[in-house]
């Protein structure tokens, strides 16, 4: 990555290399992450992802001038495997360090490329939609967050991926529901919208989760399996009733965002994995349409996981005067980006993980 923030939201960031090596099929067996694996994969994969990137990037390791890292939330054995690997390039190459939140990088992954309107100026307000997150926050500047509301049980990323297991798509289930859903009809069954009746913008998707399973097992018994018309069915009835939620609950977070933009332009930006959802991505721009917000979505290689997103949120760092990190800066677990608010209901005896 070189460039730098620009002033008022536009960038220059460009991106040089961003290499992606995805797990996905060594955790297919299991039908979800397993933390023992993503470490050692880590270990075994971070040399050559970096030699590819450099590669890539035709430069050598000496042009690398600042090294940036995730350093929480998530599983700790990856997390520490990245940590220590970034900490060794830095100190080898004498750089600037920095320990980035994996959230605010895909907070910020909005500024860095985006669609329609260009790349997210601040204040925005996010729709923050992943494998382990969904949150509604208004982004104020760089490190000023206020959430808004989030989800009380799973999110999305991981309701997508859990019925994709269930209908028997292939792991993480998010584009393969999304596949499927494009040839089923989305009205066929009746499912819940959780929350909806419920004052604010939290978010529920356990019960959900749970009622398409119930339809999928009782067509299973009724007729000895799903036929092709069933998952593509059941996945479209499961996409828009998610996509239902998304949308009833951002738009009264705009409602409260309005108030804390103070009447000046503004954007609605959606990030994480489950923005690469085009179901979810026209329903957002209409809400922003009606909101009078203009709407951002990055590109598909910004959405999930991906390293320039962790360069950007340093670059970001730095353009705001903030400094880099110790080279002793710890993984964290858990890492809120709204450290004031309070922790969701249902997060658990340790408290919110974000
Ligand atoms: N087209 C899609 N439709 C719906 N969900 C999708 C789509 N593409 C990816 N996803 C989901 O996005 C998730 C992965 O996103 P991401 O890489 O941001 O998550 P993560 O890093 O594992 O979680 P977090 O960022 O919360 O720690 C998976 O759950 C995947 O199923
Ligand atoms: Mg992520």
């Known amino acids: 990555m ?90 080898a190459r004498g750089a600037p360090f920095f320990a980035i ?7 910020l992954s909005p500024r860095l490329a985006a669609e329609p309107d260009g790349p997210a100026a601040f204040p925005f307000l996010l729709l923050l939609a992943s494998g382990g997150h969904c949150q509604l926050i208004a982004v104020l500047g760089h490190g000023r967050y206020k959430r808004l509301g989030g989800t009380i049980d799973d999110s999305p990323g991981e309701a997508f991926d859990k019925i ?31 929350l909806s009746d419920r004052p604010g913008c939290d978010m529920s998707f356990s019960g959900l989760k749970t009622a398409l399973r119930l339809e999928a097992d009782k067509l299973i018994a009724a007729q000895g399996g799903l036929r092709e018309q069933d998952v593509a069915d059941l996945c479209a009835s499961f996409q828009l009733a998610v996509c239902d939620s998304l949308a009833q609950k951002t738009a009264r977070a705009a409602t409260m965002f309005a108030e804390l933009s103070e009447g000046r332009p503004a954007c609605l930006a959606v990030a994480g994995g489950v923005a690469a959802n085009q179901t979810l991505r026209t329903r957002l721009r209409n809400v922003a ?10 590109p598909l290689s910004i959405c999930t996981d991906n390293g320039a997103m962790i360069a950007w949120a340093a670059m970001e760092r730095r353009a705001a005067g903030g400094c880099p990190d110790e080279l002793a800066a710890a993984a964290r677990a858990r890492w809120p980006l709204d450290p004031d608010a309070a922790p969701m209901l249902g997060s658990g005896k340790h408290g919110a993980k974000a």
Not at 63 to 84: E, F, K, Q, T, Y
Not at 171 to 190: Q, S, W, Y
Not at 291 to 298: D, N, Q, S
């Open 289 to 298: 349409a009606e909101a009078g917000l203009t709407f951002a979505a990055p």
């Open 164 to 194: 994709g297991q269930h209908l028997g798509l292939p792991f993480p289930g998010g584009p393969h529901v999304e596949r499927a859903a494009a040839a089923g009809d989305p009205n066929r069954f009746a499912l819940p919208r959780p």
């Open 101 to 107: 939140n994996h959230l605010e990088a895909h907070a």
């Open 2 to 91: 070189r460039g730098r923030p620009a002033q008022g939201g536009a960038t220059d960031g460009e991106i040089l290399a961003n290499i992606v090596m995805g797990q996905a099929e060594l955790h297919q067996a299991y039908g979800g992450v397993v933390p023992e694996i993503a470490a050692r994969a880590h270990v075994e994969r971070l040399d050559v992802a970096m030699k590819l990137a450099l590669e890539q990037a035709d430069l050598t390791l000496d042009a690398v001038d600042a090294v940036a890292v995730a350093a929480g939330p998530g599983l700790i054995g990856g997390v520490s495997a990245g940590l220590v690997f970034a900490k060794a390039v830095a100190a």
